[in-house]
């Protein structure tokens, strides 16, 4: 019962590391105070993420309420070891910098 109860933790630790990473990895490509884009929403896609090539596994950090990048809002792809796989659109960092460029 103990050893259960220990990989129970361990697990749950892991599973924290990776969405903290992943959280991360959004926060360096997006930057402090996103203008724009709302707040995010994110899940794990066990399933993989059909919108990459070879349908990896990893985080989906959407935000839905961006409705500047595209009618499904911009979404960051980032893998479970806190790698970005990919963004939507797919110049989401340069359309971010140009956002940048214009705020006062």
Request: with cysteine.
């Amino acid at each position: 019962m103990r050893a259960l109860f220990l990989l129970i933790v361990i697990c749950a630790v892991l599973a924290a590391a990776s969405y903290a990473g992943a959280r991360a990895t959004a926060g360096k490509l997006t930057g402090p105070n996103p203008a724009g884009l709302g707040s995010a929403t994110t899940r794990f896609a066990f399933e993989g993420i059909p919108a990459l090539r070879g349908s990896p596994r990893g985080w989906i950090i959407r935000y839905p309420a961006a409705r500047a990048f595209g009618p499904g809002g911009a979404a960051i792809y980032v893998s479970p070891t806190g790698r970005l796989l990919g963004t939507s659109p797919a110049n989401l960092s340069q359309q971010l910098e140009a956002g940048r460029g214009q705020e006062p």
